[in-house]
């Protein structure tokens, strides 16, 4: 699934002309002992392999008198995590965290040296690999300024 989802991103970068931003990151977290709240370690060990997307697709852009842009986009992200527990108690212990997300992005000018940036968003945040056992206790709202 991940190599789908990164394989129709760079696709669809490189057919469709557009000015959008993309960017792709992954990284590896090495493996770590667990502590419990008294500092002790548990004998429980774990590392993760963490791959991430997204990008924000211009809608409508429009330059002021002072050559500063409002503008509309729509902003799409995901992440995949995959991780390596042994030893750990059960409700600890996950193997995979996935999650997408979808806002709305608006930036406009406050004045000629500041602008106000707007987000309005909704995502997926799973414990499980498959989007087929998402529900809408996976939903939830995102926003800012």
């Not at 004045?111 to 939830?140: E, H, P």
């Amino acid at each position: 699934m991940k190599y789908l989802m990164i394989s129709i991103l760079l696709f669809v970068g490189t057919i469709v002309q557009v000015n959008a931003q993309v960017f792709i990151k992954a990284e590896h977290i090495g493996t770590s002992s667990f502590r419990d709240k008294n500092n002790e370690k548990t004998g429980g060990e774990g590392s993760a392999m963490v791959i991430r997307g997204g990008g924000r697709i211009p809608i409508s852009m429009k330059m002021n008198e002072d050559n500063r842009p409002t503008a509309w986009a729509i902003g799409l992200g995901g992440g995949y995590t995959k991780l390596t527990n042994e030893n750990l108690e059960s409700y600890f212990s996950l193997d995979e965290i996935l999650n997408a997300q979808i806002s709305l992005i608006h930036l406009r000018p406050l004045n000629k040296k500041w602008s106000m940036l707007f987000s309005l968003g909704a995502g997926i945040y799973t414990d499980r690999g498959n989007f087929s056992n998402v529900s809408l206790k996976n939903v939830m709202g995102q926003g800012g300024a």
